[in-house]
């Protein structure tokens, strides 16, 4: 599976345009996380129900059932990553809820991210730098 798309980096976005898809961002992170936290539950289950194997035909079934499950929740993921892959982001962290975009400090390349729950890009990371260096966005003129 590709989490990443680098074809996006070569497109610096501002801030403004960015936050105009604010929203959208949101609800794509908000069925992400829904289906990530379905995905988690049923692979619990799965876990659980190989723990104690049997041939009987009703048993077989429902694996399959919650197989089959979990893996219509991680193609509606893959479809939330390719949205975001259209829109010039990337999942930075699905687990957490992190997607962040190419843009600009001034005339430096950066990272510009929005945070699961929020409608604006409100953290910020350099290029080389790993989404735990996300820094908040204090002065959005900084960012062109």
């Given at each position: 599976m590709n989490w990443t798309k680098p074809l996006f980096y070569?497109?610096?976005?501002?801030?403004?345009r960015a936050d105009n898809v604010g929203p959208l961002?949101?609800?794509?992170?908000?069925?992400?996380?829904?289906?990530?936290?379905?995905?988690?539950?049923?692979?619990?289950?799965i876990n659980?129900?190989?723990k104690t194997p049997s041939n009987n035909k009703k048993?077989?079934?429902?694996?399959?059932?919650?197989?089959?499950?979990?893996?219509?929740?991680l193609a509606k993921i893959n479809g939330?990553?390719?949205?975001?892959?259209?829109?010039?982001?990337?999942?930075?962290?699905?687990?957490?809820?992190?997607?962040?975009?190419l843009g600009k400090r001034g005339s430096t390349p950066v990272f510009i991210s929005i945070l699961r729950g929020e409608t604006n890009f409100t953290m910020w990371r350099?290029?080389?730098?790993?989404?735990?260096?996300?820094?908040l966005i204090e002065n959005r003129e900084d960012f062109v």
């Amino acid at each position: 599976m590709n989490w990443t798309k680098p074809l996006f980096y070569s497109t610096p976005v501002s801030i403004e345009r960015a936050d105009n898809v604010g929203p959208l961002f949101k609800s794509i992170l908000d069925s992400a996380e829904l289906n990530y936290r379905n995905m988690v539950t049923i692979q619990n289950i799965i876990n659980h129900m190989i723990k104690t194997p049997s041939n009987n035909k009703k048993w077989l079934e429902k694996l399959g059932s919650f197989c089959d499950q979990f893996y219509s929740h991680l193609a509606k993921i893959n479809g939330n990553v390719d949205e975001v892959h259209e829109l010039y982001g990337d999942f930075t962290d699905i687990k957490t809820g992190v997607i962040s975009c190419l843009g600009k400090r001034g005339s430096t390349p950066v990272f510009i991210s929005i945070l699961r729950g929020e409608t604006n890009f409100t953290m910020w990371r350099g290029i080389n730098e790993k989404v735990s260096a996300n820094k908040l966005i204090e002065n959005r003129e900084d960012f062109v």
